[in-house]
Structure formats: C-alpha cells, structure tokens
C-alpha cells in the first residue's frame, strides 16, 4: 500500500514535467544536439585521420625517392674518380705491359698509379673516404692508401666482391659485405665500391680499383628531408642485407620478415613486429646501384597530431553542446509565452517591421488570434507598398533635387555679375558659358507645374551643352532628331539632363577622340519614345546587370542613394520619378555594349 502510494506521489510529479512543453522541447533539443555534435566529431576526425595518413604515405615515399636521388648522386661522382685512369693512355698502356715490366718499371708503375688515385681523392675530397687498393688482375695487391693489409692474391681472386666486381666488366659494383675493419681504424667501413679497367682490346690484362667508405653519407642524406622523431632510414643492398640503419641496426639485421617484404622496385606497407607500434615502411630500389632505401616510421608520430585534433573537437562539441543547451532552453522558454510572443510582434511592426509574422501552429485561441492578425498585417503590408511607400518614395526624389540646387538665386545673380564683367573685358567664352548656366539654374529652380514640355527641357539641355561645348572644345557633338509634333509632348521637368549628364561623363569624357551625342523623339501610337545615346566608352556587362537588375527591383525595397553630395540627381531619379507616376505603362530600357556606346530609351504615354 505504501509503495502504491509513493509510485502515485511519483507519478503526480514526473508525468506534469515532462508534459509541459517546455521540457519536451528541452530534451528534444538535448537528444538532436547531442547527436548531431557526435556525428560531426566523428565524421570529422575520421575524415582528418585519412587525409593525413594518405598524406604522409604519399609524403614518405617522395622522401625516400629524394633519399635514393642523394645516394645515386653521390655514388656517381665516386664513380667519375674510379675512372681516372681512362683519361691518360699511358695508364692503360701500362696495365697492358704490366706482366713483361722488369721489377724496377713495375715499382715505378705502382707507384704512379697509387700517386693518380691519392690525388683524385685529395682533389675531390670525399668525407666519408677510408682507403683505397688496386688490384692486378690475378689478385696481386698492386697499392693502396694506407698500411692496411688486405688477404692472399688467391683468396682476393676467390672473393664475392671481386669476381661480382669483374663480371661487371667497367661497371661499378656496390657492395655492403666488407669484412672487418683494420685493428684502430678512425672509421668503420660501412661499404665499399670496386671497378674493373683495362683496354677493351686486351680483356685479360686489367686492374680492379676497390674503396671502402665509412656510414657519413647515409647519416646526412636524410636528416633535411623533414623526418618525424622516431623514424628509420635504412639501406640494403642488392640481396636485402642491411647497409646501413639511421637507429640501432640490431633490431632490423634480424628482422628477415621485414626485409624479405621488399622484392619490388618501390612499394609500402604496415609492418608489426611483436606487440610494438604499427610501423609505415616506404621503399624504393636505386636503378643504379640496384640498393634499396628505406623509410620506417612508427604510426604514433602519425596519429601524434591526430590525437590533438581529437581533443579539439572534444573540447568543442563540449562547448557547443553546452552553449547550444543554454540557447534551446531560452528559445524553449520564450516558445511557451505565446501571448508575450504576439506582444513583442506587435512592438516590432510599431517600429516599422511590418515584414514580421506570427507562427499558426496551435489550434487554440492563441492560433485563431495568429492567423487573424497575420491576414492583417498581410492587407496591411499590401496597403503600404502599393501607396504610402510610393508616395514617400516621390517626396524623396523630389527632396533630392531640392538639395541638388544650393542657394540658386545667389548663384545665379552672380553668374549674371560674371557675364557682366565677361562682356566688359571682351572673354566671349566665360560670358557664354556662365549666361548658358544661369539659364539653366533659373529652369530648375523656376516654381509651377512640374510638367513641362520636351521643347522647354531641349532649350535646358542647349544651355548645358553649350557649357560643355566649351569646357571640351569640339571634343562633343551634339545632335538631334525630333519630330514636329513631339516639341509639344509633356513631360517631368530635369528628364533630359541628368540622361545628357550621364552620357558626357561616364560616355564621352573616358573616350579618346570626338564623340557624339544624339536625342531622338517620335511618336509610338498615343506614346512617346524618347532616346538619349552616345558612341562613349559603354558599359560593361556586369555593370550593366547591376543597373538593370537595380532598376528592376520594387520601388519601396530600394534604398535612395542620390543627393547633391552624389553630384546630381541621376538615372534612378529619372526613372523612379516615372515609374511611380506612371506605373505598368512607364518602360524604361538601357543598351550598352563596351566601346561602342550607350542608349538610354523612355517610353510613356503624357503626363
């Protein structure tokens, strides 16, 4: 009875809570955040493991290949100094003769040809050096560079090295397999490289030149090529034994597994060797040398940055989830104050947003309140755009030419005092021009009906042309084409001049040479067609997009950028001043093309 009583008190609690929406909408909020932050951070992490493993792949093997470049390079020119003997013909004359040569020229002999090879080493010297020995073809020691002493003619003419080195027959022969090093030797011989030389005419009369070489050379060739903490280089030779290893040789020598892996000429693969780290190893075989190098990096400095990023993208979907969580709480909160909710709306659309609308999603009061008010605010909105927007529209436009005229009256007072003083000291050019401009300023500023007529507009525009006429000398034709009845046809007082304006200054004044500028004006049926053009500079296509997708917008959405400060009052005055007066019957076009010009074409029944 008492458990009874307590699941029923537990039940009173828990089932009002989460049947409040609020609450469902948190735990929705959680589940979805939730999910989706381990999504991305699993996708991303994932994707990020991929791209840098794929990439280091990639880069290893451009490493070794620069690895294997290096050694070919300097196995090269250790070659070029074998060959010494080749560019003097005595040399070769005395490896033929050598045989019949008394004790005494065979000593001299030897001892030329020991003096050529020091030399050719001091020349170039060579850090990684340790000796050199010149055999004679049956296995005779013939010199060397220093007092090391090398085995039996017999056990030379039967070694691996030297019958590998004489079936080469001139080419070099690498070899990894040197034997031990001379008792307090400065370096341990870690290779060596042997040739054969004799004239192609006496094939069995030849001398074999071997050198032994310390590990220097593969101890520098990797260490700028930009290698992770813990990775290997390694070399083997022709047969996969271990040359040389960058870390302890011992852990690769025994390793069969490892090397018997790498028969092709370049390759990689992931390589465990008992419980220790993945290793990535890249290889590639020298065409030259026919040795292998070899890069072996463990995958933990792989996945090293990796396991950074992972604790990044942690750390962020913490902070995104707790942000998010504190956001949907709040948004959930405000979801459950409908009424608050049309209270703020009704403030918004008291400031002037009357693009705001409520959301219907309830079947309640609340719901029918919402779709009525927004049926209202649509009506509302219709009402504003189609006649009050518009008219404030126009009261801008007409404000802005108001600005354009700053002080008139004084100004044009006082271009009449310069056409006085003009006449006076006889400057034809300055009296007409400033008689030209006050004529105009006394048109703009002149008060009565807006409309005037096209032969009022067209004295206007002689006066301003007569001005530029001036200022550009003949640089400017000015032309026009209008029919007897249109001189009579009504229009919007400051139409012509700002086309005309437009024309001089983005046309004409950018072209090199003469340019003309032509009005035309004929009758369309019971409409006028009126067209302003010029051979100017033109337009360019996506200028001109700009302005005709500009001037395709609804009035009450574009902002009025024109003003005196602007320096006049422009095409979108001239077209917004028409489109809100005329409406669908007003058309209104602009044809450019850049270097050939632009036309400007009104089309509008009268006034």
Not at 495 to 507: C, K, S, Y
Request: with cysteine; glycine share 6%; proline share 3%.
């Amino acid at each position: 009875m008492l458990n009874l009583k307590r699941e029923r008190w537990l039940s009173g609690r828990i089932r009002p809570f989460f049947s409040r929406l609020r609450t469902r909408l948190l735990l929705s909020y959680f589940v979805i955040i939730l999910l989706c932050i381990a999504l991305v951070g699993a996708v991303s992490f994932y994707i990020s493991y991929q791209t840098m493993a794929e990439r280091v792949e990639s880069a290893s093997l451009q490493i070794i290949r620069q690895i294997e470049n290096n050694m070919d390079n300097d196995f090269h020119s250790k070659r070029n100094i074998l060959l010494a003997p080749y560019y003097t013909q005595e040399y070769i004359d005395g490896i033929n003769a050598y045989r019949e040569m008394s004790e005494e020229n065979k000593f001299l002999f030897r001892q030329e040809l020991g003096n050529l090879f020091l030399k050719s080493f001091n020349i170039t010297p060579i850090r990684d050096f340790i000796r050199f020995q010149i055999y004679y073809s049956g296995g005779e020691l013939m010199g060397a560079s220093d007092d090391f002493k090398p085995e039996s003619a017999a056990q030379v003419r039967n070694s691996e090295w030297y019958l590998r080195t004489v079936m080469k027959d001139g080419e070099v022969f690498f070899s990894g397999e040197v034997g031990d090093s001379a008792p307090g030797a400065a370096k341990q011989t870690a290779y060596s490289s042997s040739i054969l030389i004799r004239d192609f005419s006496n094939p069995d009369r030849f001398i074999v030149v071997r050198v032994e070489y310390a590990a220097d050379l593969f101890s520098s060739i990797g260490q700028n090529d930009g290698l992770s903490p813990h990775s290997s280089i390694l070399i083997l030779d022709e047969n996969n034994k271990l040359v040389y290893a960058s870390a302890d040789s011992s852990q690769y020598e025994s390793d069969t597994a490892l090397l018997s892996r790498m028969n092709d000429d370049t390759g990689k693969f992931w390589y465990k060797k008992n419980d220790k780290d993945d290793l990535l190893v890249s290889y590639t075989r020298s065409a030259y040398s026919d040795w292998k190098a070899v890069l072996v990096m463990p995958r933990s400095d792989i996945t090293g940055p990796l396991n950074r990023i992972k604790t990044t993208v942690i750390a962020t979907a913490i902070i995104a989830f707790v942000v998010t969580f504190l956001i949907s709480l709040l948004f959930g909160r405000s979801i459950t104050r409908p009424i608050l909710n049309v209270y703020k709306t009704v403030n918004r659309i008291k400031r002037g947003d009357f693009s705001i609308r409520l959301e219907v999603g309830r079947n309640d009061e609340i719901g029918r309140i919402a779709s009525n008010f927004n049926a209202m605010q649509d009506e509302l909105q219709h009402l504003i755009e189609t006649k009050y927007m518009n008219q404030i529209k126009l009261q801008e436009v007409e404000l802005a030419m108001l600005y354009s005229q700053i002080n008139p009256h004084f100004l044009y007072n006082t271009l009449d005092s310069i056409r006085a003083m003009s006449d006076y000291y006889k400057v034809n050019d300055i009296g007409e021009m400033a008689q030209a401009l006050a004529d105009m300023f006394r048109y703009n500023t002149k008060t009565g009906d807006e409309i005037v007529t096209l032969q009022e507009e067209l004295v206007q525009i002689d006066a301003y042309m007569k001005i530029q006429g001036i200022r550009f000398e003949d640089k400017i034709a000015y032309e026009l084409d209008i029919e007897e009845d249109a001189y009579r046809f009504p229009l919007l007082k400051m139409t012509l001049q700002p086309l005309v304006e437009n024309a001089v200054f983005h046309g004409i004044e950018r072209k090199r040479g003469k340019g003309t500028i032509r009005i035309c004006a004929a009758a369309a049926g019971e409409r006028l067609r009126l067209t302003v053009s010029d051979d100017g500079v033109g337009i360019s296509e996506k200028r001109l997009g700009e302005l005709r997708t500009r001037l395709g917008h609804p009035l009450h959405q574009e902002p009025f950028t024109a003003s005196a400060a602007e320096g006049g009052i422009g095409i979108g005055n001239v077209y917004a001043r028409y489109a809100i007066r005329y409406g669908a019957h007003f058309e209104f076009s602009i044809e450019s093309r850049k270097g050939t010009g632009t036309t400007i074409t009104l089309l509008f029944p009268e006034a």
